[in-house]
C-alpha cells in the first residue's frame, strides 16, 4: 500500500512563516501530482497548491505570491512553505499524492491518496 505522512504546521502569529512537507512511501511506481489541500471549520475542503512530476506548479488566489510549493522527486516528498501566513489561512492541511503501483504483474493501477492532515493556526 501507500502512506503519506506529513510534517510541519502548529501555531504562528500573522506575518509568520511555516514550512510543511509530505512523504509518499510504500509499494510504488510512480508519483504523479502531489499538493495540498485545507479544510477550515465549517468549509469545504479547498486546493492550496499542486505540483506535477515535472515540477509545474498550480495555486489558489488565495495563496499566489505567498506560498512555494517544491517536490524531491527522489525523495516522493513535496514541500510547502508559507509566508505572510494570515489567519484566514488557519485550517488543517492535507497532502495529496496521484500514486500509481502495479497491483498484479501486469496492472498499473493510479489512485489518490490523503495524508491524516496537520493543523495550521494562524493568530491574529
Known amino acids: 500500500q501507500v502512506q503519506l505522512v506529513e510534517s510541519g504546521g502548529g501555531l504562528v502569529q500573522a506575518g509568520g512563516s511555516l514550512g510543511l512537507s509530505c512523504a509518499a512511501s510504500g509499494s510504488i511506481f510512480r508519483v504523479n501530482s502531489m499538493g495540498w489541500y485545507r479544510q477550515a471549520p465549517g468549509k469545504q475542503r479547498e486546493l492550496v497548491a499542486t505540483?506535477?512530476?515535472?515540477?509545474?506548479?498550480n495555486y489558489a488566489d488565495s495563496v499566489k505570491g505567498r506560498f512555494t510549493l517544491s517536490r524531491d522527486n527522489a525523495k516522493n516528498t513535496v514541500y510547502l512553505q508559507m509566508n505572510s501566513l494570515k489567519p484566514e489561512d488557519t485550517a488543517v492541511y492535507y497532502c495529496?499524492?496521484?500514486?500509481?503501483?502495479?497491483?498484479?504483474?501486469?496492472?498499473?493501477?493510479?489512485?489518490?491518496?490523503w495524508g491524516q492532515g496537520t493543523q495550521v493556526t494562524v493568530s491574529s
Open positions: 505540483i506535477t512530476s515535472g515540477g509545474s506548479t
Open positions: 495529496k499524492a496521484e500514486v500509481s503501483r502495479w497491483t498484479t504483474s501486469v496492472i498499473l493501477t493510479t489512485n489518490n491518496y
